[in-house]
Nanobody, 125 residues
């Protein structure tokens, strides 16, 4: 079974940058589109970015367009999320997840069949 482990979270000041990593084990993630989601306290989990196989289709939530960049390195079995110009509104637990469907801007959580354990991102002065 495909297993995902996300990492790279931490405490960052407003305006700073962080890069999250999602590493697969047990199986290769090369055949799966991978999404990043986040969940802030008291809020629903929301989609942030998604990258299709071969990186030909990439989707971003409007709230992160121009600031976040998703990429994949199938040779390393890893998907990364580069986050820039961070603000307090980006504070959340971030999760990567795999799907068997093409990436869409709807980021339907039910389409994703396996999830990482989550990594905390806190943006604060």
């Amino acid at each position: 079974q495909l297993r995902l482990a996300d990492s790279g979270g931490g405490l960052e000041q407003p305006g700073g940058s962080l890069t999250l990593s999602c590493k697969a084990s047990e199986y290769s993630l090369s055949g799966y589109p991978i999404g990043w989601f986040r969940q802030a306290p008291g809020k629903e989990r929301e989609g942030v970015a998604c990258i299709n196989t071969n990186s030909r289709i990439i989707k971003y939530a409007d709230s992160v367009k121009g600031r976040f960049t998703i990429s994949r390195d199938d040779a390393k079995n890893t998907v990364s999320l580069q986050m820039r110009s961070l603000g307090p509104e980006d504070t959340a637990v971030y999760y990567c997840a795999a799907t068997q469907y093409y990436c869409t801007a709807e980021f339907r959580r039910d389409d994703y069949f396996t999830w990482g354990q989550g990594t905390q991102v806190t943006v604060s002065p």
